[in-house]
């Protein structure tokens, strides 16, 4: 026969039965009613963890790849409030924002100079199409797995085309030949590179001296060419002086010829007069008319 419980009893024959039995019943009932309620928040926290993990929110500007058991999936989740399978899969969040990254390094230029304290600056994205590929290929550490590497070796490539002298008359020339090369490297892995900046760059002590020296060489090279056109434009400048002189001169001698010539025929002339004794010639010249015209 079932044993009656606690909650069975009447007042009546609860009274009847002994201290210990009615202690008994009461701690049976008691362990019954705390189990009970037990059970219940056991079961209201699981259903709540269960809701909380079906539920996953991805930021603005992320994207989230979700895993199965592990196992990434081909498809991505995109900004906003989303569902998934509790406890089975998981939701990564891959910050696909524009971020900058600074680094400094050494390298070698086309003439074998070395190139020391070389700081630049990159700006890149990941492409939310490609961010489940990236994080099933590589992770979450890409920046330091492919990022990094693929901007050290694509900077050190490009300087090694130009000349120390070069990398400091061409420096945005040098900065984009390093993009295009990064830029080839981190698409396949779904990385975008938005810019690639040449902050600074420095030579050794020997280099800069030899470069400054060669700058002042230039400089008076530059003053002494200023200074011989300056002296030709000057000579040429006398020489028209001169031949414009010279043809003043000129005209003045043929008027003064001229006129002395005229002078000499007058005086001539004169001569002549004085000599006639009043007698008319009997042959009359060019002479003799020109005289009687006067």
Avoid: H
């Avoid at 019943?25 to 209201?44: G, M």
């Avoid at 992770?139 to 330091?144: E, Q, S």
């Avoid at 004085?274 to 005289?291: A, F, R």
């Amino acid at each position: 026969m079932k044993e009656k419980k606690y909650e069975d009893y009447t007042r009546e024959e609860f009274e009847n039965l002994s201290y210990n039995k009615r202690e008994e019943l009461r701690t049976n009932y008691e362990i019954r009613k705390f189990t009970k309620r037990a059970l219940i928040i056991i079961v209201v926290i699981f259903l709540l963890i269960t809701l909380f993990n079906s539920i996953t929110t991805v930021p603005t500007g992320y994207v989230g790849v979700k895993t199965r058991f592990g196992k990434v999936q081909e498809t991505t989740i995109q900004e906003g409030l989303n569902f998934k399978v509790p406890f089975i899969e998981k939701i990564v969040k891959i910050d696909c924002r524009t971020q900058k990254t600074e680094y400094t390094m050494e390298a070698s230029s086309k003439d074998l100079q070395k190139v020391s304290n070389i700081k630049i600056a990159v700006n890149y994205s990941v492409d939310k199409q490609k961010a489940n590929i990236l994080y099933k290929e590589i992770g979450k550490d890409f920046n330091t797995v492919v990022v990094e590497p693929s901007i050290y070796e694509s900077m050190k490539s490009a300087i090694a085309n130009y000349t120390a002298e070069e990398l400091v008359t061409k420096r945005q020339e040098v900065s984009n030949l390093a993009q295009e090369t990064l830029t080839n490297k981190l698409k396949e892995n779904g990385i975008n590179v938005l810019a690639l900046n040449l902050i600074d760059l420095s030579f050794s002590a020997e280099f800069d001296q030899a470069i400054e020296n060669k700058q002042i060489v230039e400089q008076q090279t530059q003053q002494a060419q200023y200074e011989l056109e300056k002296a030709k434009i000057e000579n040429e400048k006398k020489i028209e002086n001169a031949k414009a002189e010279a043809e003043v001169m000129r005209q003045q001698n043929e008027q003064i010829t001229e006129q002395t010539l005229r002078l000499k025929e007058l005086e001539n002339q004169a001569k002549m007069i004085e000599k006639w004794n009043g007698v008319l010639p009997t042959t009359v010249t060019d002479e003799v008319l020109s005289i009687l015209n006067k």
